[in-house]
Nanobody, 122 residues
Framework: QVQLVESGGGLVQAGGSLRLSCAASGRTFSSKHMGWFRQAPGKEREFVARINWSGTVTSYADSVKGRFTVSRDNAKNTVYLQMNNLKQEDTAVYYC???????????????WGQGTQVTVSS
């Protein structure tokens, strides 16, 4: 079992930065691949970024590539999403999730946090 709690969301102006954190409890965190997803009002949930269990491999959605960076600290049971040069279209609820599979599909992730709101103003 893995419990996930996101933090760090908020209101930021376009061009600004935020860093999201996802704190995990449970002894299996360091063996899990971690993903970040987001859901904007009226839209389907979409993949944002993922990082493998050891932190050596990452991948990103094209819409955030070059602006967002995912990282993890297994000693602290925490995964991060650094978001730079934010755009209005990044406004969404952001979720972290844990999976035993290396996937960009939300259905592959068994454990989810409650989400944190990110709002980007013009």
């Amino acid at each position: 079992q893995v419990q996930l709690v996101e933090s760090g969301g908020g209101l930021v102006q376009a061009g600004g930065s935020l860093r999201l954190s996802c704190a995990a409890s449970g002894r299996t965190f360091s063996s899990k691949h971690m993903g970040w997803f987001r859901q904007a009002p009226g839209k389907e949930r979409e993949f944002v970024a993922r990082i493998n269990w050891s932190g050596t491999v990452t991948s990103y959605a094209d819409s955030v590539k070059g602006r967002f960076t995912v990282s993890r600290d297994n000693a602290k049971n925490t995964v991060y999403l650094q978001m730079n040069n934010l755009k209005q279209e990044d406004t969404a609820v952001y979720y972290c999730a844990a999976s035993s599979s290396w996937s960009i599909q939300g259905g592959a992730y068994a454990y989810w946090g409650q989400g944190t709101q990110v709002t980007v103003s013009s």
